[in-house]
């Protein structure tokens, strides 16, 4: 971000996520949801998991 303009104000800008909806169509690993919890958004998805395998590392 300190070198691209753009990813800059991209940066600045996602406190006005925060409160927004957003919804995805497969539940979210643990690492997205940690980072849309941080964005403060309010999250819904779809009862479908990302890939087959049923196991989720850490």
């Known amino acids: ?3 691209n303009p753009a990813a800059q104000m991209a940066m600045e800008n996602l ?3 925060s409160g927004c909806e957003v919804h995805l169509t497969h539940i ?4 997205d949801e940690a980072g849309l ?3 403060k958004v ?3 998805c779809d009862p479908e998991y990302s890939s087959k395998s049923l196991f989720i590392s850490n």
């Not at 979210?28 to 690492?31: A, E, S």
Request: proline share 12%; aromatic share 6%.
């Open 42 to 44: 309010n999250l819904t």
């Open 1 to 3: 971000a300190l070198s």
């Open 15 to 17: 406190k006005y996520l």
């Open 28 to 31: 979210p690993t643990p690492g």
């Open 37 to 39: 919890r941080k964005l």
